[in-house]
């Protein structure tokens, strides 16, 4: 199958320095595995996309995004390495590849910054780091330390450096109850960083007991967006918070790419990488441990697009847009939502519409009352 674009989404590690009750990633019953990828899998992921680029007519650019676990817990010499199998590939190839890393910051030193610095270089420019925060107490947390001071202490380092980074906001039930503290204290600390507010869901330690008191359902997370929608537009100068930014770019200028859980593209154009070279449709399903599509130490890529898993989730948009949602207005603002939200509410069938449908067209028939054409 050709494609002129692939995104990875790359887990070299299943280890944390941090201790997030909301986390989607950690989940003891699901990472008995092996928690760290070894440098034969990282080339062999390599040789697999070497071998996969010299067939294919179309691939230009890759885009690996490297998650965890905390990913900057593995050696500046792992990612180095990355560096130098990359580089080997667009000087035989021509090839684009961009990376990105989403990362807790906790404890980054300058030796971590330097490889940062060669790692996210695309194009002239630096990739922007993505990160998580809280202002609300005893959400993330570390062992020994205060976590907000430890991470406020990164960000001074790579402002310092002219280091750009975005935030995703997870929206829990404190949130809903300290909206205006929320909101404020984002604005006032961050009026120029891109923001990304993402409901909670059941998967990892989120789906255990402990959490439960932070769950908050599909209709509060749509009012939560109509209340944060209000703040934005009241804004002389919006500040890039999504998904608000991309539904009113795409309602009113028609010119904007979804992210991946709106497009209904994301299993044409997305694989997810483990630490041990199993391959998952992104870095949810390998949180999931959705439906491997085989593993790269035995299945070429061409191999692993062709699964029966793979060809099932690339099928889901069509499926569901004559089915489900076939009489949905908002279909084009929304496309059924993740796979992965679908899967966790519905055991594990992804040809249902995800859950979070009626929060979004609870905030859709609000704001915007009817499509655009």
Same mark, same amino acid.
């Given at each position: 199958?050709n494609?002129?674009?692939?995104?990875?989404?790359? /887990?070299?590690?299943?280890?944390?320095?941090? *201790?997030?009750?909301?986390?989607?990633?950690?989940d $003891?019953?699901?990472?008995?595995?092996?928690?760290?990828?070894?440098?034969?899998?990282?080339?062999? =992921?390599?040789e697999?996309?070497e071998e996969?680029?010299?067939?294919?007519?179309?691939?230009?650019?890759? /885009?690996?995004?490297?998650?965890?676990?905390?990913?900057?817990?593995?050696?500046?010499?792992?990612f180095? /390495?990355?560096?130098?199998?990359?580089?080997?590939l667009?000087n035989?190839?021509?090839?684009?590849?961009e990376?990105?890393?989403?990362?807790?910051?906790?404890?980054l030193?300058?030796? /971590?910054?330097?490889?940062?610095?060669r790692? @996210?270089?695309?194009?002239?420019?630096?990739?922007?780091?993505?990160?998580?925060y809280?202002?609300?107490?005893?959400?993330?947390?570390?062992k020994k330390?205060?976590?907000?001071?430890?991470?406020?202490?990164?960000?001074? @380092?790579?402002?310092?450096?002219?280091?750009?980074f975005?935030?995703?906001?997870v929206?829990?039930?404190?949130? =809903?109850?300290?909206?205006?503290?929320?909101?404020?204290? @984002?604005? *006032?600390?961050?009026? %120029?960083?891109?923001?990304?507010?993402?409901?909670?869901?059941?998967?990892?330690?989120a789906?255990? $007991?402990a959490?439960k008191?932070?769950?908050?359902?599909?209709?509060e997370?749509?009012?939560? =967006?109509?209340?944060l929608?209000?703040t934005w &537009?009241?804004?002389?100068?919006?500040?890039?918070?999504?998904?608000?930014?991309?539904?009113?770019?795409?309602?009113?200028?028609?010119?904007?790419?979804?992210?991946?859980d709106?497009?209904?593209?994301?299993?044409?154009?997305?694989?997810?990488?483990?630490?041990?070279?199993?391959?998952?449709?992104?870095? %949810?399903?390998?949180?999931?441990?959705y439906?491997s599509?085989?593993?790269?130490?035995?299945h070429t890529?061409? &191999?692993?697009?062709?699964t029966?898993? %793979?060809?099932?989730?690339?099928? %889901?948009?069509?499926f569901?847009?004559?089915t489900?949602?076939?009489?949905?207005?908002?279909?084009?603002?929304?496309?059924?939502?993740?796979?992965?939200?679908?899967?966790i509410?519905?055991?594990?069938?992804?040809?249902?519409?995800?859950?979070?449908?009626?929060?979004?067209?609870?905030?859709?028939?609000?704001i915007?009352?009817?499509?655009?054409h």
């Amino acid at each position: 199958m050709n494609m002129n674009h692939l995104t990875v989404i790359l /887990k070299p590690t299943n280890r944390c320095n941090a *201790n997030c009750i909301y986390c989607s990633a950690w989940d $003891p019953g699901k990472n008995k595995g092996s928690s760290t990828m070894s440098e034969t899998t990282l080339e062999i =992921l390599f040789e697999r996309i070497e071998e996969w680029v010299k067939h294919s007519k179309r691939t230009r650019k890759i /885009k690996i995004i490297w998650h965890g676990g905390e990913p900057t817990l593995m050696p500046v010499d792992f990612f180095y /390495k990355a560096i130098q199998l990359q580089e080997n590939l667009k000087n035989r190839y021509g090839l684009e590849i961009e990376n990105n890393i989403q990362s807790n910051l906790l404890y980054l030193d300058r030796e /971590k910054l330097e490889m940062l610095k060669r790692l @996210l270089s695309f194009n002239g420019q630096r990739r922007t780091i993505g990160t998580s925060y809280e202002p609300l107490p005893g959400i993330r947390m570390v062992k020994k330390d205060d976590y907000t001071a430890e991470w406020e202490k990164s960000i001074a @380092l790579l402002k310092e450096n002219n280091f750009p980074f975005g935030i995703v906001y997870v929206v829990h039930r404190q949130s =809903l109850e300290n909206m205006d503290t929320v909101v404020e204290t @984002l604005l *006032n600390k961050f009026p %120029r960083i891109g923001i990304r507010f993402n409901p909670l869901y059941k998967e990892g330690r989120a789906s255990s $007991p402990a959490c439960k008191p932070l769950y908050i359902t599909p209709l509060e997370w749509g009012d939560f =967006l109509i209340k944060l929608y209000r703040t934005w &537009e009241a804004n002389d100068k919006k500040p890039s918070w999504q998904p608000l930014k991309d539904f009113d770019t795409f309602h009113f200028k028609k010119d904007c790419r979804m992210s991946c859980d709106h497009s209904g593209r994301c299993g044409t154009t997305h694989l997810g990488i483990d630490t041990d070279g199993t391959v998952y449709s992104c870095g %949810r399903g390998i949180d999931r441990k959705y439906k491997s599509y085989g593993n790269i130490h035995k299945h070429t890529i061409s &191999e692993i697009l062709k699964t029966p898993a %793979r060809i099932e989730m690339t099928n %889901r948009s069509a499926f569901l847009q004559n089915t489900f949602c076939l009489d949905c207005k908002w279909w084009q603002y929304c496309h059924g939502g993740c796979p992965m939200d679908a899967a966790i509410n519905n055991n594990n069938d992804i040809f249902k519409k995800s859950n979070f449908c009626i929060s979004r067209q609870r905030f859709l028939d609000t704001i915007y009352k009817e499509p655009s054409h």
